[in-house]
């Protein structure tokens, strides 16, 4: 089963995105910062990252440039509601496979999650 690790600090996005992800068919856990995603890595690869840009402790941006240097080959999609264009370009300049606004349409988070494990028959970018 697919394995996903979703990174947000909002206690109610982290688990409308999980409980979405499991309805999908993923096997997602769900943590809270960016120092728990690189603990998380630490311990077990992701076939996927689906992560938050402003969160405290260590943000989205600085938690995924650590990450890829552990693990590079994992796809990260990055997402906020409230970083401006210049982090999204940020993120993409350190390894974000894409970068979302939210609110984001689940139909379309499961759109860029499936291209980026490359279910839609596509190349995975990266």
């Not at 990260?76 to 350190?94: C, D, L, N, P, Y």
Request: contains cysteine.
């Amino acid at each position: 089963m697919t394995q996903i690790l979703v990174v947000d600090d909002e206690p109610e996005m982290l688990e409308i995105l999980c409980e979405s992800l499991k309805v999908a068919g993923y096997a997602p856990v769900g943590v809270e910062d960016g120092v728990e995603a690189v603990l998380a890595v630490l311990k077990q690869p992701w076939d996927l990252i689906l992560m938050d840009i402003r969160m405290p402790r260590l943000d989205g941006i600085n938690a995924m440039r650590i990450i890829h240097e552990i693990y590079p080959a994992v796809p990260v999609i990055t997402f906020t509601g409230q970083a401006g264009r210049g982090e999204m370009t940020q993120a993409a300049k350190f390894g974000a496979y894409t970068s979302l606004l939210k609110p984001v349409s689940l139909t379309r988070l499961m759109e860029e999650i499936r291209t980026a494990l490359g279910e839609n028959g596509e190349i995975k970018k990266g």
